[in-house]
């Protein structure tokens, strides 16, 4: 090879080189096209399939390394020409190019090996055609977009380039045209290097030129959202400048207004707005001059009072750039809002003691505050159980333990998955069960004490995803996220041309839900006729508008309220173009005015529905409600008396005008002693009597946190029933006290005859005197005997009866062997038992207690209910008679096989003097007093007595004497000794 050839040769790597570094550079600008890339590839194998030629030896392989690389550097450089013609570069379209380019080599290989081509140089040739591709594509309209110069230049080289290539083939038959080719090539290679760098650069000049133009639109747009949104803002650069502030911002910091200019350091603003006296504080509000410090969780969110009587919250956030957006919020309607609902809920409380949705209150350690009535009935604790314990004993891991952890991010951070935002969550309770309820929570600033409050649901049935809001990247969007609202334009004809990403997490639909629609679509949706046609008149007028409020119905179904406010914008020439402003939602806020009107509603309701008259006075005495029943019982006309504009003070007044308290004495004495005794105890309950005959019985109670409720209840007929009952109450003691006297006058009558009866019958019987003749008036004398007797015991029950029901029972206390008293009872009922066919049974234990009563009494009432079972049982039934130690006591029974009795005969026969058989011809004789007497008896020892009776089966009558009566277990020697004692 000549040494011309080797320095055009030369010459051409370098070309191709310094081609492929500009490629290479233009493509790491950010405007540069993708094509770039495929081309810095392509020129760079280019360069070193040239520079193999300078290689000694020029043998046929290095020309055939040569062609190899060109058809590779021609498979990227087409690439990217349609790269460059706007096409996607896909896979198969790679392996075609390595299929090409291989094919390629092959051809101009066998070419060689038959001598149809040069042996020592490469051939080229197929790397023109993308060229010429490229250069098209250069020269199309479509792709030049205004920069003709460096387009055309780059269209010409690559042409040119592309032609050299194509022509290869020919020229290499010939060293002289090698050279001039490969010298023409260095050239263009210089060329399209060139042209490539001045395209980029333009490129780049282009976007910046768009990207000014785009800011200068957001700073116009930022402008007119400022002076439209219903907050004040004042954004401030990194180094805490005033950059802008709209109208509201310095109409609440009027008495400095001056100060609010741009370019003034936030220090000098703050120091003017203390020492004026703008802010009167009220929270901790950071005398600091650093905007950094006022963004800190500690101090966001505060509220202050204004100069003027309002009230606005204080929000200091970081923007993108370092600076600080500063946005006071008139809160002043929410306050008032919140100390009428407060005022409303403390005596309606008192009303109504009952919460639907349990509330949790902790504080910034997580330990639990307060723990209402409904929280208890929904987990199952009791507040005593939850009150000073962390609040994740309510939750089932793994919630439990990642509480702690979430809250104290929440506290460095701000970040907030539930509070403030509402979410389903699952909750424990008390028996371990896991259920899914409903979470809203919010933080609540008093001072420095920081307090969480939970509103809980219990929600088995349901559940809901909450998408968390999405983090804004532009000061626009920063503002339109930290006030919650969202923008929109409309043009000339009305119709919205832009609203912001925000509105798809408040309404729940895109902006493409809106962008052409007309205004006037929302006519049908305003909360008001009526404010539809002062929103038309202010839009006609061109005027701004403030608190215009339309409905808008999500897609699930749920309800919400926004309020829009905007004003209206004019070119440089005056003319109008359309309205810029911000929309919020008011949901909550329409709840809560929503909330407080139904509460009053119910509230009257309520009241107005009681059967009781219902007064209700604040913690200032004045009367806030008083219902209809109140106004009947009192005879109060709606004139007489009104809510909200009469006292505690002036209601007794008038009272005391109308007669209510007497007309003697002096009135205002009246109303001071029964409103002094009503401030000393609320809690009373006391009867008046009315002038006009009705007795009403007054109930006052004081309400929580001050107040009275008075309640009138009128009690005339009960009054009246109660002394009728008294009076026959009476009539019926004055009847029993005559009847106790006639029996025992009556019976103390009798028993003279009858002693002398019984006596003389007895001599007789006993034939004292000598024997009684004839013999037959044996029997007359035995049948007189037990007649006497009979009607004596009969008079002995008369009395005892008398005397218990007057409650003179005399009881003489000893140790008594029970044991040893039922079996002689049973021993003494052994001959009528006998005579019946009745078998008698016992079941005592081996040692019974003593006990400690009236032996004669415990002897009368264990023959009277022995004597009842024998004469009720039939021949070949049994009595059987038990007794044990019992922790209640000493327990006897007395069960029989008799005839029974019916539940109905059971509460009669323990009345006196009657008997379950009431007919003349009734089978068993007595006088009805024996259980009655017997319980009395029982009664008297401080015992029970009970039936239990089956018809045709059976009676069970069971004794209790208390456990203060029992005296222990007794030996048989210590029984016989007691009852020594006991007989003297």
Known sequence: ????????????????????????????????????????????????????????????????????????????????????????????????????????????????????????????????GPLLLAAWYFRSSRLRGGHHGPNALAAVAFGLNGLVLLASPVLHFDHTLTVWGLFATQVLSVLMALALLLEVLIRQQAVAESEGQRANLLQS???????????????????????TANDLYRQFMAPVAEVIKPGRLFQEIIDAEFERGVVRQECEIVRSGKLADHALPSVQGCEAELFDGRWVSINVYPTADGGHLRILRDVTGRRQMNTSLHDSLAWLRGIMNTVVDGIVTIDDSATILSFNAAAERIFGFGADEVVGRNVNMLMPDPYRSEHDDYLRRYAETGEARVIGIGRQVKGQRKDGAVFPLELAVTRMNQGGLVTYIGVVRDITDRKRVEDALVESEQRFRDLAESASDWFWELDADLRFTFVSGRVRQVLGVGPGYFIGRSFTDLASSCEDPRDWEVQ???????????????????????????????????????????YRGTAADITPLKRHEQELATQSALRQAIIDNMGQGVAVFDGDERLVALNTQARQLLDLSENDIETEMSTLEGLLLYLAVQGEFGRSGAMMTKVRRRLERLRRNPLRVFEHARPNGWVLEVRS?????????????????????EATLREAKDAAERGNRAKATFLANISHELRTPLNAIIGFSELMKHEIFGP????????????????????LELINDILDMSKAEAGMTDLVDSPVDMAALIKASLRMMEKRASTNGVILLTDLPDHLAFLRADERRIRQILLNLLSNAVKFTEEGGTVRVTARVEPQGMVIHVADSGIGMSSEDLSRVMEPFVQADTRLSRKYEGTGLGLPLTKALVLAHGGSLTLDSIPDQGTTVTVVF?????????????????????RG
């Open 221 to 243: 747009r930022l402008a007119d959202a400022l002076s439209s949104v219903q907050d004040g803002v004042a954004l401030f650069d990194s180094r805490d400048r005033l950059v």
């Open 962 to 982: 208390p456990p203060e009566r029992v005296m222990g277990e007794r030996s048989p020697e210590n029984g016989e000794a007691d009852e020594s004692w006991r």
């Open 1 to 128: 090879m000549d040494f011309t050839l080797q320095a055009a040769l030369l010459g051409a790597v370098m070309g191709a080189t310094v081609l492929a570094a500009s490629t290479l550079y233009g493509w790491t600008l950010p405007s540069a096209p993708k094509a770039y890339g495929w081309w810095a590839g392509a020129f760079l194998l280019e360069a070193a399939s040239r520079s193999l030629l300078l290689l000694p030896g020029g043998t046929v392989l290095l020309a055939d390394l040569s062609d190899l690389l060109h058809a590779l550097s021609a498979g990227l450089s087409l690439c990217g020409a349609i790269s460059f013609g706007g096409r996607p570069i896909s896979g198969g379209l790679l392996i075609g190019g390595l299929q090409v380019a291989a094919a390629w080599a092959v051809l101009v290989h066998l070419g060689r090996a038959n001598g149809l081509l040069p042996q020592d140089l490469p051939v080229f040739g197929i790397g023109g």
């Open 536 to 578: 038309q008149s202010l839009i006609r007028a061109r005027r701004p508008f403030r608190g215009f409020i339309f409905i808008h119905r999500m897609t699930n179904g749920a309800i919400k309220f926004v309020e829009m406010a905007g004003r209206p914008a004019f070119d440089p020439e005056g003319k109008f173009f359309g």
């Open 772 to 791: 009684v003749q004839p013999p037959a008036y044996c029997s007359y004398v035995d049948d007189v005997h037990e007649s006497g007797m009979h009607l």
């Open 701 to 721: 109670t004081a309400m929580p946190g001050g107040g009275l409720i008075l309640t009138f209840t009128d009690i005339t007929d009960r009054k009246k029933v």
